[in-house]
């Protein structure tokens, strides 16, 4: 015969499962009690008989007797139903109005510096002495333990709520909401208190163990429920009298009021455990690979240089679209500034001007800092308090978007589309991909939702998706990050998208993916006739769509010029290494490639002259002294900010300057 040994993997299996068992059978007795006691042992409980009053536990009454001779065990039983009901009421009514308050105080910038003070003081004191203040304030009784209780448990409640409606409120879907005009009312219901129910809910179910043991003690000292009613923390009080002549008339209560806190404290966390392992568990992904896909579509972040360098003799992606006389997006002086310390201000975005006619691309590159992400954030009306946006122009179509009214929200909604960086991020994880599709639909468009989703499904089979039905049933942690970003492209079609605002879409996929989604783009710019702005760091990603390229440095425009041109006869010293960093073919191997030293100036950071002076090797003290306006350089539309800038003899001589740079 074998012996199998357990592995220590199905031991701490075993050890999971007892608790939770317990835990679970005892919460099933707790519960029987509170519905059936009272029918079983109600009368017995209420029986009064002066003759067997205050006797000790015996067979016939196996807790003893009260001074009415009431049979203890059956008393201790029956207020099963009034312990567990009042502490559910107090959880149910801390966890309301602490979650209420951390809504109010993770979600607004006016009220949450406010609120969160309020809450950091409450949260100094103890629950229990907050809920006896409290029970004086609210009065003796079982409603004012219940609201005393619940307001002891708030600040609990609307910490956690705080925290996590601070991190759920920056997501990128919460902002794809904004953008498509819902109030913040909407937003929190649907974007933010379903995406942190689950936490919450779970610290529900361990406070309502911390709320009987909070009752019992509040019964206890008289603050709680009074005679003729009774719950164990008054049976526990009256007992306590003659605990040393019957100590069973004291033990009946406090055993179940122990055993019950630490039912529901050993069911709540056997509940996070089972959360938990179901999150850690790796989830089961269709492997079979989408015919657009590829075999890249798995979100791996890679070194892309190479495919980019083939990329920029590639013309399939390039438009010849030319600017129309009256641009749909007109930027003139943007500006972004947020309060700094002591006083002073930050400014991300600090003087910014550009357009983009109908059906055309421009594209904005830089390095991390350079406020480009935070320029377009400013056009989609995505900077919250208490960052404010200040421009001469800042129209789109017939929209001044500093002066928007309702009418101009729905505008928006309906003709600008926004795609986020990340697709995980921008996707709401606890609404399926049908619903991110039909809602621009019903919301902008005023389509019944059969109709919206059959053109749902038609926006799918646009983007290459494969199998749209099913897809359209699925949540985004089932969808690769290719499929994911597709979603976020279909949805930007369901309204009457006239501007496609891209964030950087193609920084979180690999190579093959990131130029099956350029692609996907530029067919979706020629057949919608759609303007896009498309943002990135990778000049070589840029150029393979745009028809226009911004060059942004330290939250100014640098260089602007079309693709060609600026490919071909780069002006500003920036852009020249950029391009230089992005290698093509032919570039000389055995050379490394070329570095900038240095850092960008931040954006707290105010200079009188050019910000690029201190990393160029061709500043001279009049870069340092005064800064270089946007001026038009060799061909038409072709602008450079730059006193000293490449000549057209020497296009390439980025990587000369690094070597100048280094030798000097």
Request: glycine share 10%; proline share 7%.
């Amino acid at each position: 015969m074998s012996t199998t040994v357990p592995t220590r993997a199905a031991a701490r299996r075993r050890r999971v499962r007892l608790p939770g068992g317990v835990a679970l059978v005892l919460l099933l007795a707790f519960v029987f009690l509170s519905v059936a006691g009272p029918w079983i042992w109600g009368d017995a409980a209420g029986a009064t008989n002066v003759v067997d009053a205050n006797q000790a536990a015996s067979a016939k009454h196996w807790l003893g007797t009260d001074d009415l001779g009431r049979d203890l065990f059956a008393r201790t039983l029956v207020a099963t139903r009034s312990s567990l009901v009042l502490a559910v009421l107090a959880t149910v009514v801390g966890g309301v109005v602490g979650v209420a308050l951390g809504l109010l105080s993770g979600a607004s910038n006016r009220l949450g510096k406010v609120l969160g003070a309020v809450i950091n003081l409450l949260m100094a004191f103890p629950a229990l002495l907050l809920s006896i203040f409290f029970a004086v304030l609210f009065g003796i009784g079982s409603v004012g333990s219940v609201l005393a209780v619940g307001a002891s448990f708030a600040p609990g409640f609307a910490r956690i709520t705080q925290t996590l409606t601070a991190s759920a409120i920056s997501r990128d879907y919460v902002e794809a909401s904004r953008v498509l005009g819902k109030g913040p009312v909407t937003v929190v219901l649907r974007h933010v208190l379903p995406n942190i129910a689950e936490p919450v809910i779970l610290y529900t179910t361990i406070h309502i163990g911390t709320a009987i043991l909070a009752l019992s003690g509040l019964s206890f000292l008289g603050l709680g429920v009074q005679p003729p009613s009774y719950d164990w923390g008054r049976l526990l009080s009256d007992g306590l009298t003659r605990v040393y002549i019957t100590p069973t008339a004291a033990l009946g209560p406090a055993v179940a009021i122990v055993l019950a806190g630490l039912t529901f404290n050993m069911a709540g966390e056997h509940l996070s455990d089972l959360v938990g392992g179901r999150r850690s568990a790796p989830r089961q992904v269709d492997a079979a690979p989408a015919p657009a896909d590829g075999p890249g579509a798995t979100g791996t972040e890679t070194s892309s240089r190479g495919a980019h360098a083939e990329g920029l003799a590639d013309q399939a992606f390039g438009s010849s679209t030319a600017p129309a006389a009256r641009p749909l997006l007109e930027v003139r002086g943007l500006r972004v500034v947020y309060p700094g310390p002591d006083g002073g201000t930050v400014t991300p975005v600090r003087d910014v001007s550009f357009s983009v006619a109908p059906g055309e691309t421009v594209g904005i590159v830089g390095e991390s800092g350079s406020g480009k992400s935070m320029a377009t954030s400013a056009v989609a009306q995505l900077v919250e308090a208490p960052g404010s946006v200040h421009a001469e122009t800042l129209r789109f179509d017939d929209v001044d978007l500093t002066r928007r009214t309702k009418d101009d929200e729905r505008v928006l909604g309906r003709s600008m589309a926004m795609i986020f960086q990340d697709p995980g991020e921008a996707l709401n994880p606890a609404i399926k991909v049908g619903t991110h599709l039909v809602e621009p639909a019903v919301v902008h468009l005023h389509e019944d939702k059969p109709l919206a989703r059959r053109r749902a499904l038609d926006a799918l089979r646009a983007v290459a998706v494969n199998d749209p039905e099913r897809r359209f049933g699925q949540h985004q942690h089932e969808l690769s990050g290719g499929t994911k970003q597709r979603v976020c492209i279909a949805i930007g079609l369901m309204g009457e998208p006239r501007l496609l605002v891209a964030d950087e879409p193609t920084t979180a996929l690999d190579v093959t993916v990131q130029r099956q989604i350029l692609r996907l783009v530029a067919e979706v710019r020629d057949e919608t006739g759609a303007s896009v702005l498309f943002i990135s760091h990778d000049i070589a990603v840029v150029s393979e769509i745009s028809d226009r390229i911004l060059v942004m440095y330290a939250g100014f425009v640098v260089e602007e010029a079309s693709t060609e041109e600026l490919l071909a006869r780069p002006a500003h010293p920036y852009t020249g290494l950029l391009l230089a960093a992005s290698p093509d073919m032919a570039a000389d191997r055995s050379r490394p490639l070329p570095m900038l030293d240095g850092r960008m100036p931040g954006p707290g950071v105010d200079l009188p002259g050019c910000y690029f002076a201190d990393r160029c090797p061709r500043a001279e003290q009049d870069c340092r002294d005064q800064r270089p306006p946007l001026l038009q350089i060799g061909a038409p539309g072709h602008r450079a900010a730059c006193w000293h800038p490449l000549t057209a003899d020497d296009p390439v001589e980025a990587p000369a300057l690094v070597e100048e740079r280094a030798a000097s």
